[in-house]
């Protein structure tokens, strides 16, 4: 079967394309490795080098389209959707899947439409948190276009509940949450990954790696670990990622900022805590959202701090222990020290992407025999 692909290029500061980078690429590589003709075609806001990539062999058909408009030519993305349908109308696909951000799920409704074919909406995240959202009719487009999807996966069950429910989409709608590479988060030894990042071997060590941003919870860690540092003096905090320069990391002797660590080092700081903390604040972006920081911290077999927000009240719901009123950093604290006494493991089976993609497969070929 022929399936069009249709995202934005740029995705978690990482290029889909060239770092083959997480669910915008592992959907449309998955659906390849099964048999499929997959052609992907990408926008680019950042003004990647446009062009084509083949990634075709005996494995696999998947060929990659991005186009880009530089400089003055910027006005021409108002002309990119029929850019757009006149590519799909020389490839013919068979079914169009649209993900990534609010235009592309909106062009793929559209070029489904007029090519006639079945549609496949993939929400990674709650568009209507996105700045995109803000630009008048956006929300309505969205919300219109998701509705005439045949098929609509979302990254979370608490999403899932609000496209069926609010959105009123007759499609099917299903939670897919993302996944991680499980080559890379694993359990391993603590002392060595202390080592690798040249921390004492001696201390107990509480952190979070990621965006240190307000609007993502930050803040009620840093809250928490002025309780934590005085109360418990055997305690360091560690912590990984981008920040704000008008909110920094706290500083001390106790807390080691790592920068910003390339994803297998990301791995390596969970490895060497005692446990990670998950931060969600209670926003349209907390609540619909799927921290794969979770999936992550779990693979490497660390004792969790989470916010009760969205989805993981689900998933660590056999857990309750583990989770801290969101933005209360004295329930933070609380749970941290309870952790760090007695360690509580949550043992969660996490898919590949090879195994999510091959579960979902059936559901999308059918599409095209109901059409």
Known sequence: MKIAFLC???????????????????????????????????????????????????????IW??????????????????????????????????????????WGAWCSRKLNVPFVADLYDNFEGFGQ???????????????????????????ADLVSQEYRAKGIVLSMPSTIDT????????VTARKQLGLPIDRLYIGTAGGLYRDKGV???????????????NVDLV?????????PPPVGDRVHYLGALPHHQVATLFQALDVGIISILDTPFGRYCFPQK???????????????????????????????????????????????????????AIKDWETIIKDIEPLITSLKLQH
Request: charged share 20%; proline share 5%; aromatic share 10%.
């Open 239 to 247: 912590i990984a990622g981008p920040y704000e320069k008008e909110y």
């Open 183 to 190: 080559e890379i988060f694993v359990a391993s030894d603590k």
């Open 219 to 233: 803040q009620v860690i840093y809250q928490a670990w002025e309780k934590i540092k005085s109360e418990l003096p």
């Open 8 to 62: 934005k290029r740029q995705y978690m500061s990482k290029d889909v394309i060239l770092d083959k980078y997480a669910r915008l690429y592992e959907i449309p590589n998955q659906l390849s490795l099964l048999g499929h003709e997959v052609e992907c075609f990408c926008l680019s806001y950042q003004s990647h080098v446009s062009g084509t990539w083949d990634e075709s062999n005996e494995l696999k058909s998947l």
């Open 65 to 106: 389209h991005s186009k880009s408009y530089k400089g003055f030519k910027k006005a021409g993305l108002l002309s990119y959707p029929f850019v757009l349908l006149q590519q799909l109308n020389k490839f013919q696909p068979d079914i169009i899947i649209a993900a990534s951000d609010i235009p592309h799920i909106v």
């Open 133 to 159: 959202a803000r630009i008048p009719g956006m929300k309505s487009l969205l919300r219109k276009a998701v509705c005439k999807a045949h098929l609509i996966t979302t990254t979370s069950r608490p999403l």
């Open 294 to 348: 979770a999936y992550e911290m779990l693979a490497c077999h660390l004792p969790v701090v989470v916010a009760n927000i969205g989805e993981m009240n689900y998933l660590f719901k056999d857990m309750p222990q583990t989770l801290f009123e969101a933005g209360n950093a004295e329930d933070l604290a609380l749970k941290l020290a309870q952790q760090l006494n007695t360690p509580r493991h949550t043992r969660i």
